[in-house]
């Protein structure tokens, strides 16, 4: 069984559905948040993906508890056909490629901006201006501070990825040294 494939069809199939009501945007914003409560909590995944364990009454009270607030009656309906046809173990994968999906549809662009310490706003400003520029798209992007990084960006959107990190550059030039080394001896 390819769940690519799986996932795939389902999340383009939930994007088609909440282009047409209007809901895409709601759906989207809970589908992340169900996403992340589900890799945060590997126990809860383990259940809602369980065959005749707990009953799909008792698993969508659980993603509704987990969840925080009421599901979207879209969400609530997508929830209940992946039930229906027994593809609720998949459910972690399809919300974050229907997310991916429908950001793309709309011109959202996720990227990742990885730093060694917090960014000015005028460099969210600027590379959010760069993304549109190039793609004709907004970016969404997500900072996180990673000290590891000595100096420097790692800056990821879509397939491609710039790294000037100190770490990265330091990580060439040993590996450089090392090759001179095996070529001497």
Request: some cysteine; glycine content about 6%; aromatic content about 6%.
């Given at each position: 069984?390819?769940?690519?494939?799986?996932?795939?069809?389902?999340?383009?199939?939930?994007?088609?559905?909440?282009?047409?009501?209007?809901?895409?945007?709601?759906?989207?914003?809970?589908?992340?948040?169900?996403?992340?409560?589900?890799?945060?909590?590997?126990?809860?995944?383990?259940?809602?993906?369980?065959?005749?364990?707990?009953?799909?009454?008792?698993?969508?009270?659980?993603?509704?508890?987990?969840?925080?607030?009421?599901?979207?009656?879209?969400?609530?309906?997508?929830?209940?056909?992946?039930?229906?046809?027994?593809?609720?173990?998949?459910?972690?994968?399809?919300?974050?490629?229907?997310?991916?999906?429908?950001?793309?549809?709309?011109?959202?662009?996720?990227?990742?901006?990885?730093?060694?310490?917090?960014p000015p706003d005028s460099?969210?400003?600027?590379?959010?201006?760069?993304?549109?520029?190039h793609t004709g798209g907004?970016?969404?992007?997500?900072?996180?501070?990673?000290?590891?990084?000595?100096?420097?960006?790692?800056?990821?959107?879509?397939?491609?990825?710039?790294?000037?990190?100190?770490?990265?550059?330091?990580?060439?030039?040993?590996?450089?040294?090392?090759?001179?080394?095996?070529?001497?001896?």
């Amino acid at each position: 069984m390819n769940v690519g494939i799986i996932r795939t069809r389902y999340a383009e199939a939930l994007v088609k559905y909440v282009r047409e009501t209007g809901r895409g945007d709601a759906v989207c914003a809970q589908a992340e948040s169900l996403a992340h409560v589900l890799a945060e909590v590997p126990d809860l995944s383990r259940m809602i993906g369980a065959k005749d364990v707990v009953s799909d009454a008792k698993k969508l009270s659980l993603l509704k508890t987990a969840l925080g607030e009421p599901l979207e009656p879209d969400l609530e309906r997508f929830l209940h056909l992946l039930m229906q046809n027994g593809r609720i173990e998949f459910l972690h994968q399809t919300l974050l490629d229907f997310a991916d999906r429908y950001r793309r549809c709309i011109g959202i662009r996720k990227a990742y901006l990885k730093v060694a310490v917090p960014p000015p706003d005028s460099l969210l400003v600027r590379l959010g201006a760069l993304v549109r520029e190039h793609t004709g798209g907004q970016a969404l992007i997500d900072v996180e501070v990673d000290p590891s990084l000595i100096g420097g960006f790692v800056f990821d959107i879509d397939d491609a990825m710039i790294d000037t990190s100190v770490a990265s550059q330091l990580e060439a030039i040993r590996f450089q040294y090392i090759e001179k080394n095996r070529r001497i001896v």
